[in-house]
Structures are given as structure tokens and as C-alpha cells.
């Protein structure tokens, strides 16, 4: 079966020997502080991470901005760099604020004109002295500034927000909450501290208790103005194509995993005095399970160099990522606990854990189904603006 210790080979894209090596301490790191027994005991605590470990991965390893323009406080790598590390915590199962921090509010800020208390706050979330959570509404991982609930009043370091935003990833113990808010100009994209005055959050009970969710409801909470109309629209819209990649890359990583898992069993389990991986349900099986995985990490990288180079349309490449490796990852976590048979079902196998991270991924910034839809409308509507023929395509999945 493939191994993630290989150079990848993705269309014309091949990751250079700093990558590979970024992509072994990023293993190494997890295996020694984020190893199974460490997960289940953070996922069962109040506040589902580690701060300590937090600040380790941005002050010491440098993994939570590796995207970010060393003149904004980042090491100046590239997101395919913040991907290779994002496919390890995807590996891992990480426990903390990814989602939120890395995936969407850096993102956001770095898309952010620059001015003193931008750059403060992305330089302690980078660092891992501060971690966030995105309250934007979106619609299959595409902004829509008439979903937009929350109302702003005031301007500047003056304003305040009312309103609430349901299921906000990372939510329950963010530092600070990025907010889309109306206006009377239109919509724009405030910094909350989110233990002030006006801030409440409601946990919400989650099926996968490593990425907690949260309701938070503003009621004249003070806010700091990120980005003004039109603004708001375009650096909200990047945050959310970049947190669509990064997701499907981390669910390439957890679908790797629970590959691996799999054939590490066939290959042991013995039953009639065979393996089990000899009989040929059970290699069929783990060759869907390597085809579904190969297909969506073409897609996962694709759409990180696409954002990255400028080689495809954003928006397109994004959806096809999130439509391929959000399917993909909910087979192989099915798949995988059909191979392991009823152990798989049990609650001291690690298997159950990726498959609920499997279901909630299904339904963040999109589902697969949304996402096919998505694709349908932005390849038709290209397709009559050129007068060009729609090609019909099939194919599993």
C-alpha cells in the first residue's frame, strides 16, 4: 500500500526534501505529545488542547503560520508547506484549535490590510500565544453577505456587535472571535475578545468530541474593525477557500491513517489459518480504500497549489477538493471498521474516533453533495459563457 513516507507524485508537483523533512518532525512531534492516549484524555477536558503544547507547535516548530510572509511575523513558507503539516495533525487526530486558528483566522488576517493590532493578533496566533475561532455564516464553503446576522454599530476601536452565530468551531476556548458583521456600509469582519463584556458562549454537544463547537451570542460587545466593505467580502472569501483546502488535506491525512491501520490488521488477523488480507473481499476492499485515498489527495493538493500559484480557479478547485476528500475520508472510515470487524466498533479501538471526525468534517464548510452542486453551477455557467458542449462524466462516488 502507499506510504506517506514516499515522494508524492501529484500531477506535476513533487515535494521538495524540506517538506519531507518538515513532514517528519510534524510526525515526530505528534507521536510524542499527541499520541492516542493523550487525544482521549484531552477530548474529555474542559478545554479539549493543551496550551502548552499549543505554543510548541507555533513558538518551536513554527507549523501554526507557515504560510504567513515572514514580514507579518510568519516563517515565509508557502500553504503547501502549511499543508504537509496540516496532513500529519489530519494523521494524528490533533486535539486543538487548527481548525479555527490555522484554517480560517490567519488565513483571514493575513488577507487583512496591515495596521498595529492586525499584526499583533496574527502574531500571537502564529506564535501559539493565542488561539481563534471564525464566526462567519457560509454557504457550502462560499460567503454570502445577505446570511450575515450580526449587526455592528459604532466604527472603528467604538464598535459593538449584537446578534449570534451557531455551531462556531473552537469557539468554547478561543482567545479571540473573528466576526462578520453588518454595517450600515455594508458587511465587515471584526476581532472580538472572546472573555469580554457582551460575549457568551454556549458549548454545544458534539458527536466528535476533538473538534468542540460552540454558540456564541454578542450583545453590544466591543469589537476592533479587520476589514471595512468591500473589503471583508474578498478576505472572508479567501479564508474560506484556504479553510476548505487545508480541511480536505487534513482529512487525506486521518483517511492515510486509518489506511494503515487497515492493512496492519489484514496483515496480522489471521482467521482459518490465513490472513485475512489474503482473502479477496478484504483486498478489494483495501484497493477501493487506496483508490478513493490517491484520488482525493490529487484533488487536496491541487486546489493547495492552485491557491498558492494562481494555476486554477480558486473557488473551483476548492469545491473539488472538499467534494472528493470529504467522501473519501467517510468510505475509508466506514470501510476501515468493516476490515477490522467488531473490534473496529469498540470504544478502546481508535477507529470510532476517525469515523465521527469523518461525520462532522462531512458537514464543515460544506458537504460533499453541496459541493458537487457547486461544481455543476460553476462548470455549466463557464460552459454557456463560452458556448461551449457540457461533458457528461461518471465515475464512483
Known sequence: MASTDVVHQVGRFTFTAEQQQ??????????????????????????????????????????????????????????????????????????GP??????????????CRADSARDELLTALVEGERSAAFAVVDSAGAFRPADVAVTATGSGDHASLTGTVDQVVDAD??????????ASGGVSLY???????????????????????????????????????????????HALQVGAVLLAVEQVGAAQHLLDLSVEYAKSRLQFGRQIGSFQAIKHKLAD????????????YHAVWALTDGSDD???????????????????AADAIQVLGGIGFTWEHQAHLYFKRAATDAALLGSA????????????????AHGGAVPVASGRG
Open 369 to 384: 453533495e453541496q459541493h458537487r452542486s457547486r461544481i455543476a453551477d460553476l462548470v455549466l455557467d463557464t460552459a454557456v
Open 173 to 182: 476556548a478561543a482567545d479571540v472571535i473573528l466576526v462578520a458583521a453588518r
Open 289 to 300: 480504500m487506496l483508490v478513493d485515498l490517491e484520488h482525493a489527495r490529487s484533488t487536496a
Open 22 to 95: 518538515l513532514r517528519t518532525a510534524v510526525r515526530r512531534f505528534c507521536a510524542e505529545r499527541l499520541d492516542e492516549a493523550t487525544i482521549r484524555r484531552l477530548m474529555e477536558s474542559q478545554r479539549r488542547f493543551d496550551p502548552a503544547v499549543w505554543r510548541r507547535l507555533g513558538a518551536e516548530l513554527g507549523v501554526l503560520g507557515m504560510s504567513v510572509p515572514e514580514a507579518d511575523g510568519g516563517v515565509g513558507g508557502s500553504l503547501v508547506d502549511q499543508a504537509v503539516a496540516v496532513e500529519e495533525f489530519g494523521a494524528a487526530l490533533a486535539c
Open 314 to 332: 480558486p473557488a473551483l478547485a476548492a469545491s473539488i477538493a472538499q467534494a472528493a476528500c470529504s467522501a473519501a475520508f467517510s468510505r475509508i
Open 98 to 111: 487548527l481548525f479555527g486558528t490555522v484554517f480560517l483566522a490567519i488565513p483571514a488576517l493575513v488577507a
Open 191 to 237: 476581532a472580538v475578545d472572546a472573555t469580554a463584556a457582551g460575549v457568551q458562549r454556549t458549548p454545544l454537544v458534539t458527536m466528535d468530541l476533538t473538534r468542540p463547537q460552540a454558540e456564541v451570542r454578542f450583545s453590544d460587545a466591543r469589537a476592533q474593525l479587520l476589514a471595512g466593505p468591500p473589503e471583508a467580502e474578498r478576505v472572508i472569501t
